[in-house]
């Protein structure tokens, strides 16, 4: 029996205590690396491995995903940043986090980051003794208290806000650069920003020989504008929506690809017991066409916005599979900690559940999601979108029009009286979304809005 089915039938802490038990030492301590890769916009259908289509190979990640665990539909609990970003860490939806908007500079004083000494995988970890670092991309919050150090991580070399330049490393205004332990970063001039983040990440690991470690690496790569190495800044000024087609889209995902390679190869030279995993914050741009064939993209609920690729690589624990259950980003941090040997809190306040227990289960757990005055829920194959008429942004919905062919059924009416524009899908049918069955399943719009209501808040 291999390594994989005995997880599915066994307790991963339990199984991981055995394994300790027998493999460490009052001298040593044998628990594995954790490598959180965050990419920024990138597609489902960005990678090779998931869209033969792509115009140009990622053999790198590819290769993460035949020798790892590749989710064909894990899920992200928000289509934009910051919301998304503070799930990843804290296992909690948006709205519990207290994060449900993306953050944006000169707001600081309306808008909430992440709540200062908040449970994080990076504090979790610390508190266990593993040495922890984010690089790159943080976007949870400007103030003092809100800052990466304060959220359990050792060490910070990056940039708070939500985009900078490529080249330049500044934000649009110039207010932004990257920072280091606390000051100015003074990088390389002109070197690209994935390359500087991947260089930092391996030094990083190079100086922890006294293992474990967990280093979240969180790229911009590929959020537009878009620049290639060797090009001139745009930033600090005007970015140029010129430079953002498909095809510069690929090749910054192609340096992308470089990259991880990079940075796995210095991994496996000099640790062997190192779990790394990898996944987008959202989808892309729909005009970017990296979502593959899904419809929809940043800022949206449908596929193209929220379903992302997610890969588990772990040599000699984890046996290559093609994962098809649903699985979402609030399941990272129970399964994180479950790799240290460790047991989320028990508070509530957390729904995911560690992916390393359960491969082949099945989720019809009702799950929801709030971006941009649009509301949407899934439960098994069928999934439900909600827009009240009285807070429709046209522009939102001109979007939504704009992405899928499938037309709303207009004022619904709920149970409380309030009058929506609906979609309803059945992606067991229908993954695209591109036929609204909400006129003919009325019972189902009812089910589905029942279920949007008992999980809004959860």
Not at 61 to 66: E, V
Not at 328 to 352: E, I, N, R, V, Y
Request: aromatic content about 8%.
């Amino acid at each position: 029996m291999n390594r994989t089915i005995i997880i599915c039938g066994l307790s991963w802490c339990c199984l991981w205590s055995l394994w300790a038990c027998t493999t460490t030492t009052p001298d040593q301590d044998d628990r594995p690396n954790i490598v959180l890769i965050v990419t920024d916009d990138l597609g489902i259908g960005s990678l090779s491995c998931y869209n033969s289509q792509f115009g140009i190979p990622t053999p790198n990640i590819d290769r993460l995903a035949q020798q790892g665990w590749q989710y064909d539909q894990f899920y992200v609990t928000s289509s934009v940043c910051s919301p998304s970003r503070v799930s990843i860490l804290t296992g909690k939806s948006p709205q519990v986090a207290g994060v449900e908007k993306v953050l944006k500079p000169g707001r600081q004083e309306e808008q909430n980051g992440m709540a200062p000494a908040s449970a994080t995988i990076a504090t979790k970890l610390q508190e266990a003794g593993y040495h922890t670092a984010l690089i790159g991309k943080w976007h949870l919050g400007y103030q003092p208290e809100e800052q990466p150090t304060q959220q359990g991580f050792q060490t910070f070399a990056g940039f708070i806000n939500g985009h900078i330049d490529y080249i330049s490393h500044q934000d649009p205004n110039g207010d932004f650069e990257l920072m280091k332990e606390g000051k100015v970063w003074r990088t390389p001039p002109k070197k690209h920003l994935t390359e500087v983040l991947t260089d930092e990440a391996i030094a990083w690991v190079k100086q922890k020989s006294n293992a474990p470690y967990f280093l979240m690496l969180s790229y911009a790569n590929p959020h537009v504008p878009i620049l290639l190495p060797g090009e001139e800044a745009l930033f600090p000024g005007k970015g140029d929506p010129r430079v953002d087609t498909p095809k510069r889209y690929q090749q910054l995902v192609s340096l992308l690809d470089q990259e991880v390679g990079k940075l796995v190869a210095a991994i496996e030279a000099q640790h062997d017991n190192t779990l790394v995993v990898f996944i987008s914050d959202h989808g892309c741009p729909q005009r970017l066409a990296g979502n593959g064939p899904y419809l929809g993209g940043k800022g949206t609920l449908l596929e193209g916005g929220i379903k992302v690729p997610a890969i588990l690589y772990w040599p000699g624990v984890l046996s290559p599979q093609r994962i098809p259950t649903f699985a979402t980003s609030l399941d990272l941090f129970p399964t994180l900690l479950a790799t240290a040997g460790m047991s989320a809190p028990q508070d509530g306040t957390q729904t995911g559940h560690s992916l390393l227990d359960s491969v082949d289960s099945t989720n019809n757990i009702p799950y929801y999601w709030n971006v941009n005055g649009m509301q949407a829920v899934r439960a098994g194959n069928w999934k439900a979108l909600f827009c009240a008429t009285d807070q429709a942004n046209p522009r939102i919905i001109r979007r939504y029009l704009e992405s899928t062919p499938a037309v709303p059924l207009k004022n619904w009416k709920s149970p409380d009286g309030k009058s929506y524009h609906v979609w309803l899908f059945d992606l067991g049918e229908d993954p695209t979304e591109k036929a609204n069955l909400a006129t003919t399943q009325p019972e189902k719009i009812t089910e589905m809005w029942a279920d949007l209501v008992k999980t809004q808040n959860k």
